[in-house]
């Protein structure tokens, strides 16, 4: 893997590569990075990724070379992940602008709290990163950091040389290894806000997560709420300007305007968006353009409640302006209100892959790292959702005569240490129902329940809602009360996977979050449990827009966007499973349709290749028999 990274560095052509858990490819892509003369850019989708290769593997690696190589590194993360010290030494402007005293409580203390800690970390030189912070919640960080909208500006701000997001930045221009995430890179290399310092090369490791995490970044929301607060923070900073004072309360009446719309549209995707609607978007961007226009350029120094008061005027004309375009090239949606989260409009590209074709893959070297990344049997699915052509593939000979604006790359699948014949069953529950839309069914449930005896706990649920996390969850405490059942929402998701780990007659039930992002190698988890395939909602308004895109463009919307999405989702669900070479296990399936649909072949071809069946009686036998071995 590191020669392969190395010379696509060095002869600047791209590369999708697949490396399964435990080959090391942190270290196959670090290497060779290192050893470029460029600066490179490496890009994770999670913070456990990032935590691994800034706390672990790059140390380790530096520790190695001794200084042989440039081996200076730094993180960088989005300006919100800093604490900001204007606005804990300088206080919290409420909807008004007026500075708030801190709340009172348990919140208040934890406030206090990260205040005294981000003090300490400005003292010692410290990062004030939002991960070494002290345990918090959300509401809480928002109190002592700020957006990119709402700061000041290192030119304006007293507190700029101090500054933790200015520090980070500072030492990112000064490194030859740049440590980030996927939004930010998006953001700056497809958004084109600058955010990274300059490179020529970047490593995107977690490769299958980057189209979703490039179209979050690229989506937009707008609710009745950011219209009204942006129109109360502006007020008393454009009050005393003659005509233009009107233009807060003129903002404030395009989100009465807007509130109706709302009231008045259905949820789900707006394909034709009606009059009412679009008057109400045409009226909104209009009063916030005139409103950003009230503030004028004599910005006050410092005043950070005018900053941020002018920054949520500008969110809103731009977010009004792109829905009010209603652009084919985007999809435009409603998310219902529920609880207390109001009704939202969201925005967001039909497709990312032409924007990271022209903006990241014409302009930088790029090496695409997953352990997913082969779906069908073959990479041509990811890489075209990526902007990579199967004629542009030089490594099988296409791209010998593509055209002129090709983007050459290669692929290559490393293999894994993993004797998974071995190591694996496949189990598909052939004998069972398709499953309904009215969650878990009694078949399912006892199937459930049989396999988790066999296996004596030790199983990992992986559930395609969390209803049915939950109803299965409640079954098997039912039945099976001798073990331990957890279910996502118990405890926060460090403590049930404590839990999950220390004792083996335990079993973990939850959604999309343990799909991906639990690693517990050992006899901890020796059934992983998969109630269906992972199909995207048939009312997800994004998704079917992709698939009714395709389907015009002559391909096959199933095919290249549901299926493509349930394999991705389903390859890195089955890898829960063997995570070190003395693993062993099952894999068990309740969907009979892998087994009995046509598509099943495509899904199976995305998994490792395990010994398959469909029997439950030999299958429970080999988790009787696993489960006696420890």
């Avoid at 997001?165 to 500072?170: N, P």
């Avoid at 299958?208 to 609710?223: G, N, P």
Wanted: some cysteine; proline content about 4%; hydrophobic content about 45%.
């Amino acid at each position: 893997m590191a020669e392969a990274v190395a010379r696509a560095m060095t002869e600047q052509q791209h590369l999708v590569i697949q490396a399964g858990t435990g080959t090391g490819k942190s270290l196959g892509y670090l290497v060779p990075s290192l050893l470029n003369h460029d600066r490179v850019v490496v890009a994770t989708a999670t913070l456990a990724l990032q935590h691994q290769l800034v706390e672990r593997d790059i140390p380790r690696l530096v520790e190695a070379v001794g200084d042989r190589l440039d081996t200076t590194y730094a993180v960088l993360k989005g300006r919100s992940n800093y604490a900001c010290l204007h606005r804990i030494r300088e206080g919290v402007p409420d909807d008004q602008g007026v500075l708030v005293d801190i709340p009172e409580g348990s919140m208040g203390a934890e406030v206090l709290a990260l205040r005294g800690w981000a003090e300490k970390e400005s003292e010692a030189g410290g990062t004030g990163e939002r991960d070494h912070a002290p345990r918090h919640t959300e509401r809480v960080w928002r109190q002592v950091s700020v957006n990119h909208r709402e700061c000041l500006g290192a030119a304006r701000c007293a507190f700029a040389q101090e500054c933790f997001a200015e520090r980070a930045k500072e030492k990112a221009a000064n490194s030859h290894l740049i440590v980030t995430n996927h939004s930010l890179l998006a953001i700056d290399a497809i958004e084109g806000v600058p955010m990274i310092p300059d490179y020529d090369v970047v490593v995107i490791d977690e490769a299958h997560e980057l189209v979703s995490r490039v179209t979050q970044a690229a989506t937009d929301e707008l609710t009745v709420g950011d219209v009204e607060r942006a129109a109360r923070r502006s007020q008393k900073h454009v009050a005393d300007k003659g005509d233009a004072s009107t233009a807060a309360d003129d903002l404030a009446d395009a989100a009465d305007a807007l509130a109706d719309a709302l009231a008045a549209t259905s949820a789900g995707r707006i394909e034709t968006p009606g009059e009412q609607l679009s008057d109400a978007l045409v009226l909104v961007r209009d009063a916030a353009r005139s409103l950003v226009s009230a503030f004028g350029k004599d910005e006050a120094d410092g005043d950070a409640g005018r900053t941020q008061a002018k920054g949520l005027a500008q969110e809103v004309f731009a977010t009004a302006e792109r829905m009010a375009a209603f652009k084919e090239s985007d999809v435009l949606w409603l998310n219902e209100a529920r609880e207390r989260i109001p009704a939202r409009l969201a925005v967001a590209p039909l497709q990312v892959w032409a924007q990271m074709r022209e903006r990241l893959l014409t302009e930088k070297t790029v090496i695409f790292a997953s352990a997913t990344l082969m779906l069908g049997g073959d990479f041509n699915a990811v890489a075209g959702s990526l902007g990579l052509k199967p004629s542009e593939r030089v490594d099988t000979g296409a791209g010998e005569s593509a055209a002129d604006d090709a983007l050459p790359w290669r692929a290559l699948d490393v293999g894994s240490p993993f004797d998974y014949a071995r190591q694996g069953i496949l189990y598909v529950a052939r004998h069972l129902p398709d499953p309904g839309r009215d969650g878990l069914g009694k078949a399912q449930v006892d199937e459930i329940v049989d396999l988790i005896d066999a296996a004596q706990g030790r199983t990992l649920g992986l559930f395609s809602s969390r209803r049915a996390a939950e109803a299965a969850a409640e079954a098997v405490r039912e039945r099976l009360p001798h073990l331990t059942t957890l279910a996502q929402g118990d405890a926060q998701l460090p403590e049930l996977s404590r839990q999950f780990v220390e004792d083996p007659h335990t079993n973990l039930f939850g959604t999309l979050t343990l799909w991906q992002g639990l690693d517990v190698p050992g006899d901890t988890c020796q059934l992983v449990l998969i109630d269906r395939i992972p199909f995207p909602r048939p009312d997800d308004p994004l998704m079917s827009a992709r698939s009714r895109a395709a389907d015009k463009a002559g391909g096959n919307g199933f095919m290249q966007v549901s299926a493509t999405h349930a394999a991705l989702l389903l390859a890195q669900g089955v890898g829960r499973l063997i995570r070190t070479t003395e693993d062993k296990g099952v894999v068990a399936i309740l969907d009979p349709r892998l087994a009995t649909k046509r598509y099943g072949s495509f899904l199976k071809a995305s998994l490792p290749p395990m010994w398959s069946t469909t029997d439950p009686a030999v299958v429970r036998q080999a988790l009787g028999r696993i489960a006696t071995a420890d």
